[in-house]
């Protein structure tokens, strides 16, 4: 330890009290950044994940406007073929080729208009997690039977149950009039209104020949192994689907742009919050090392008259603050780790929280994970923080008389 | 005894601007915070504001009554006769403002060029403006002329996805109460904007009575919805109504829609949570500094305790030093934060999120709503917890041992 450390050292501890205080202060702030960052990137991914892992996937290969007009006719020709070809590429977990058509859906008492989709009964469980939600009966088994699986909702509406019949009407991608018999199959219960009351699925191949499809459909929906990579995956695929210039490839960002643009209104008020936090630390720090450098005024005018330079001064002042601040951090990332790793292993809510999750796709209890980032990101910027405010103390000193500093009272 | 208070009073004041410095920086730390407390709670009433009146603009009104199957079940079947005798009574009475008789049924809409399942609207234009409930912005044509009126209103979004325009036909397909289809080509008379995108895809509005005889149910209605003096308070005249009509499901909006009430409950909670912890922040400043200056003091307040000063009396002086500092901070950072506020007022533009707002269910303006309340309660909290943080110093200097702290240097 060089002699500006120690003596650094000893100075943050003739008032052992006004250092812990301060100190406390970056504590209590570092470790409430911690727990509140860590919360909030793992609602994000909670958020992003549970809204693509429904139904919409990580990218989409459409027909050019499709994804505006959703018109019938905008389809993707040998959906089937292409689904294989997209599941193939490196960084693609999963593919699936989707159709879609409205149609009034009647049963013997009842009529609503739905959003039929034709899947791909085997590929689509790796999609998407309504397959997995199926309640009673079965999920689709990869024929081409006339078979339908339905929200909870919506056979409650339509008054159906499983082995009844619901017809479907609509019109085919000619724009003749479409219409089909199908049994039902399979009941999907999420507990999520809008999902129960949606959810209207029949084999593609079933739709194609219901809806004049021939071998097309209007969608490929694919999941990428991680969600950074869907940038590369989604470039790879736009290099070899250049040769069609009818075929799109939308991220999740184009297919879902309500989900990055909440985040980011989330992110601001929750920044405007952190950044209230971190300028009150800062104006901590700056009275404590004004302070500590006023009442020193005659030991460092005695210091300078010694012929030590005022930039040593100044550096002296910026190293008890440095010492100061990685206590803050260490202790502030230490206790805000701990209460995220309590929170990770028992869970976090509070009253009214299940009902705004729900809107959102999230559990009704977080569970945040202790990550590098969350422990880090608000503890480092505090830090910088406090560096910046003793610099005001710091650039005092340089200017400092060495005479008229040792008669100061 | 007056005398010598005031003389503390002075005395305070003066010790306060004693060190200048010191006490502007942490007069400062106080705006910051009490502005930043003020702040945040205006753009979150606002917020919660914007999601209650969009929330109450979609059910719509603050009570609404059906038949007791209706909601589960949205059936042309589960319809009700239009209020008469006891209910119609109470309905007439005050603080009741406005009621709307509807139509709502699900139904499809076709136009050459494609299908939409939608939600339609039988309704008296007349009296769903008196409700607020009718389009605000017409983009083209006009509204609905009466309960006559064979015409229908579409949303703008609905209106590009049909690829039909003002003046051209589509065809509207719903079922009558034996489960036939019902169906009746109309002219699109009018094309609304919504402040939510979703909603103009899923709402078309038609003439009651028109609708009325396309399904064939004589002068039925499916919701009547109803709006008193403020949706803070409708708890006293829904249980009024709902004792007139007593066959039928009468519910208030926090019934209607639990995400509504519990973000009204969670508000009040997260601005006290917010303010709280943004004052813990600031006390570690708080209690420095006046440690700092009693600990400057020693020699000084020791005399004056020789002198014949109660404890009591040095105990009044530094927590009087404090509530003015706090109280100069809290009267100029509310001050800032109404000079902030007020030209915000007229509403922030955050059309660049306007997807995610509507994930929040708000519109692409956020308006701020200053509430007295909210300073008011910033003012409690920062007094209130200031004096007892402020406690520790002021305790330490009344117990100061007179002779002992005379011999401190």
Known sequence: MNISARLAWRNLWRHSRRTWLTVGAMVFCNALLVFLIAVQLDSYRMMIDNTLGAFTGHLQVQRAGYHEDQRMQQTVPAVAALADKVRRQPGVSAAAGRAMAYALASSEQRSFGILVTGVQPDAEPSVSTYPGLVSAGRYLDGSEAAEIVIGAVLARNLKLGLGDELTFLGSGRDGGIAAGVATVVGIVDSGIAEVDRGVAQIPLGYFQQTFFMGDSGHSVVARVDELDHTDAVVASLRRQLAADSELVVLDWDTLQPGLREAIQTDMISAWFMYAVLIVLVALSVLNTQLMSVLERTREFGVMLALGMRPGRLGRLVMLETLLMATLGLALGALVGAAVVYYFSVFGFSYPGMAEAAAKFNLPPRLYPQVSALAVFWGPVTVFAGALLASLYPALKLLRMEPVAAMRAV | ?409
């Not at chain 2, 049909?162 to 051209?168: A, C, N, Q, R, S």
């Not at chain 2, 919504?194 to 038609?206: C, H, I, K, M, S």
């Open chain 2, 1 to 409: 005894m007056m005398l010598l208070r005031a003389g503390i009073g002075r005395l305070a004041w003066r010790n306060l601007w004693r060190n200048r410095r010191r006490t502007l920086i942490m007069l400062l730390a106080v705006v910051v915070g009490v502005w930043a407390m003020v702040f945040m709670s205006a753009m979150m009433r606002g917020m919660v504001d914007e999601m209650v009146r969009n929330g109450l603009d979609q059910l719509p009104g603050e009570v609404q009554i059906h038949h007791r199957d209706y909601r589960d079940d949205p059936s042309v079947v589960n319809s009700i006769a239009p209020p008469a005798g006891d209910l119609l009574a109470a309905l007439q009475q005050p603080p009741v403002s406005a009621w709307s008789a509807r139509v709502r049924v699900p139904a499809m809409v076709s136009s050459a060029h494609g299908s939409r399942g939608v939600t339609l609207l039988g309704v008296d234009p007349a009296a769903e403006r008196a409700l607020g409930s009718a389009p605000r912005t017409m983009v083209a044509g006009r509204f609905l002329d009466g309960v006559d009126d064979r015409g229908v209103v579409l949303g703008q979004r609905l209106v590009e996805r049909l690829e039909t325009g003002l003046g051209k036909r589509v065809v509207i397909m719903s079922q009558d109460p034996d489960n036939n289809v019902a169906d009746r080509g109309v002219r699109v008379v009018g094309i609304y904007s919504a402040r939510l995108p979703g909603d103009e895809e899923r709402f078309v509005y038609g003439g009651r009575a028109a609708i009325q005889e396309l399904l064939g149910i004589g002068h039925q209605v499916s919701e009547v919805a109803v709006i008193g003096d403020g949706y803070r308070a409708v708890a006293p005249w829904a249980a009024r109504v709902a004792a007139a009509a007593p066959e039928l499901e009468v519910l208030s909006w926090r019934q209607l829609d639990p995400f509504l009430d519990a973000m009204l409950t969670l508000q009040d909670g997260f601005a006290l949570v917010f303010m709280v912890v943004v004052f813990q922040a600031l006390s570690f400043g708080l209690v420095n500094t006046l440690a700092m200056a009693v600990f400057e003091r020693v020699r000084e307040i020791g005399l004056m305790q020789a002198l014949g000063m109660r404890p009591g009396l040095v105990l009044q002086q530094v927590l009087l030093e404090s509530v003015f500092l706090l109280g100069l901070g809290l009267a100029l950072g509310n001050a800032l934060a109404w000079l902030s506020i007020k030209p915000l007022e007229s509403g922030i533009d955050l059309s660049s999120v306007a997807r995610g707002m509507e994930m929040f269910a708000m519109g692409s303006i956020l308006y701020p709503a200053l509430d007295w309340r909210d300073m008011l309660l910033s003012t409690v909290v920062v007094l209130g917890l200031g004096l007892l943080a402020s406690l520790i110093p002021a305790w330490r200097a009344a117990r100061l041992d007179p002779v002992r702290a005379l011999n401190s240097h």
